[in-house]
């Protein structure tokens, strides 16, 4: 690796899908293997839960940690992408590894990647593994980054395996149709292992269970093994949710669910959006299948009130506590913006605003076409603001509002996130709100400005 200042440089240096896309994409298994090999195969001396999906991952991987968390393990979480800091992708109990610990770990085990080649996400995978070995976690919970088959994260064996959702997106990567992409997400599929799922599409889930099953694995549809019904909006009271347990923003939803295990009764979702009922339901199915001791009534219920607190979650529907009120999500196909524009809640006489920085590998188009035609009893938005990020594979703000024009929505160009965000701040109502979306880029510089 290149001399750099710092351990975070030195591995930033190394090819990144999020500068380059599919150029920095290395698939397949044997880099790591040779990898983690180097590092004394960290992830064979611990339990873990693998986690794929289009979308909900992200969630689904921190609802489990949290669950497993308020149980009282030590839980070790890898997530993808960060958003301010490559140590978010390594954390304990919520808390990202040291600066410390990265810099020794590189120092330490430099050679061996140099002699390796990894990409970037490659390293980052391998030294989250280690540090969750050399601190001696009880459970790890890690999130595949691209796909599930090739995935870096595919050397795990783990004790048990989720899908979230499977939708279009990486098409160039992963296949044109939900059933070719199911089959590579059925990909984390071990002979023997539990692979439980959240798919509802029934070509994606025909062709994930059909794969997965060719694979040895033993599937579970959890949305018929368990059962997720609404029991009402918490008020973001004591009675509702926990103190600190969901960020400040549209109230969080509760569920009665049932798992094949026991009756949870009414239960607290600390992300805010209907589409975090099955993510949770799923998080918790993994957890009871994943413990010796499965978790209790009462850590099941304190993990998923808490998941933000617990687990440093955010970029997933969570706000700001000063109005005029900012909304984070991190969403970047089609089904997340539906999903993150339906969670947005907007007071009376507030006006819904939306700023969005999209790469340009994503269909735009389609977000412009969800803003263009909300549904009845949702918002529309006043206004749209387009902002432009950097790299190779970013969409300048003029690219973005043209494309979101495609697709219907009367975006503006508005320079970049931090100046969109000015835009907003200076021109808002207190009962407006920003709906900050399109990528983890976006949400990252916008979070530059938070006050």
Same mark, same amino acid.
């Given at each position: ?9 030195r #591995?930033?240096a190394?090819p990144?899908?999020?500068?380059a896309?599919?150029?920095a994409y290395k698939?397949?298994?044997?880099r790591?293997?040779a990898l983690?090999a180097?590092?004394?195969?960290p992830h064979?001396v ?5 986690v794929?999906g289009?979308n909900?991952k992200?969630s689904?991987a921190?609802?489990a940690a949290?669950?497993a ?5 030590r839980?070790?979480?890898h997530t ?7 140590r978010e ?7 990202p590894?040291?600066p410390?610990?990265l810099?020794?770990?590189v120092?330490?085990?430099g %050679?061996?990647v =140099?002699?390796v +080649? ?9 030294l989250?593994l280690l540090y969750?070995? =050399? ?9 595949? %980054?691209?796909g ?12 048990v ?6 939708? #279009? ?8 149709t939900t059933r070719?992409i ?10 023997g292992?539990?692979l ?5 599409d029934a ?9 997965a ?6 599937v579970?549809a ?5 059962r997720?019904e609404p029991?009402?909006?918490?008020s973001?009271?004591?009675e509702?949710?926990p ?5 400040p923003?549209?109230a ?21 959006g209907?589409?975090q ?8 199915r993994?957890?009871?299948?994943a413990?010796?001791?499965p978790p209790?009534?009462?850590a099941?219920?304190?993990?998923l009130? =808490?998941?933000?607190r617990?687990?440093?979650l955010?970029?997933?529907g969570?706000a700001?506590?000063?109005?005029p009120?900012?909304?984070l ?6 089904d997340g913006?539906?999903a ?5 809640a ?31 009893g949702l918002?529309s938005?006043?206004r749209?603001?387009a ?5 190779e594979?970013?969409l300048?703000?003029?690219a #973005?509002? =043209? ?11 508005? +320079?970049t996130?931090?100046?969109?965000l000015?835009?907003?701040?200076d021109a ?5 709100? #920003?709906?900050?979306t399109?990528s ?12």
């Amino acid at each position: 690796m290149p001399t750099a200042s710092t351990a975070e440089d030195r #591995l930033l240096a190394l090819p990144r899908f999020a500068d380059a896309g599919a150029a920095a994409y290395k698939p397949g298994l044997e880099r790591m293997r040779a990898l983690l090999a180097a590092l004394g195969d960290p992830h064979l001396v611990y339990p873990t839960v693998h986690v794929a999906g289009t979308n909900g991952k992200g969630s689904t991987a921190s609802f489990a940690a949290s669950v497993a968390q308020a149980a009282g393990l030590r839980v070790g979480l890898h997530t993808s992408p960060h958003l301010v800091s490559l140590r978010e992708r390594m954390r304990i109990d919520g808390r990202p590894a040291p600066p410390a610990w990265l810099d020794g770990a590189v120092d330490r085990w430099g %050679g061996a990647v =140099e002699a390796v +080649g990894p990409s970037f996400f490659e390293a980052t995978v391998a030294l989250s593994l280690l540090y969750f070995a =050399e601190q001696d976690v009880d459970l790890a919970v890690v999130e595949v %980054g691209l796909g599930g088959r090739l995935d870096a994260t595919n050397v795990l064996v783990p004790c048990v395996a989720a899908v979230t959702h499977v939708g #279009l997106d990486h098409t160039d990567l992963l296949g044109a149709t939900t059933r070719e992409i199911a089959r590579e997400k059925a990909g984390i599929a071990k002979p023997g292992v539990p692979l439980l799922h959240a798919v509802a599409d029934a070509d994606a889930r025909d062709s994930l269970e059909t794969e997965a099953r060719g694979r040895g694995g033993v599937v579970e549809a959890v949305r018929e093994t368990c059962r997720v019904e609404p029991a009402g909006v918490g008020s973001g009271g004591a009675e509702a949710a926990p103190p600190g347990s969901a960020p400040p923003g549209p109230a969080p939803p509760r569920v009665c669910l049932v798992t094949p295990l026991r009756d949870y009764g009414p239960v607290v979702l600390g992300l805010p959006g209907p589409h975090q009922a099955w993510n949770a339901a799923l998080a918790v199915r993994a957890a009871e299948v994943a413990s010796p001791a499965p978790p209790t009534p009462e850590a099941v219920r304190a993990g998923l009130a =808490e998941v933000a607190r617990r687990t440093g979650l955010r970029g997933r529907g969570g706000a700001w506590a000063a109005d005029p009120r900012v909304v984070l999500d991190v969403a970047h196909n089609a089904d997340g913006w539906r999903a993150a524009l339906d969670a947005v809640a907007v007071p009376e006489g507030g006006r819904l605003w939306v700023l969005a920085g999209v790469l340009a590998d994503k269909d735009a188009a389609a977000l412009g076409a969800l803003l263009a035609r909300r549904p009845a009893g949702l918002p529309s938005a006043h206004r749209v603001l387009a902002a432009g990020l950097e790299g190779e594979r970013a969409l300048s703000a003029e690219a #973005l509002a =043209e494309a979101l024009g495609r697709g219907g929505a009367d975006a503006e160009p508005a +320079g970049t996130p931090a100046e969109a965000l000015r835009r907003f701040q200076d021109a808002a109502g207190p009962a407006d709100r #920003l709906l900050v979306t399109g990528s983890h880029q976006t949400v990252a510089a916008v979070l530059q400005g938070e006050p």
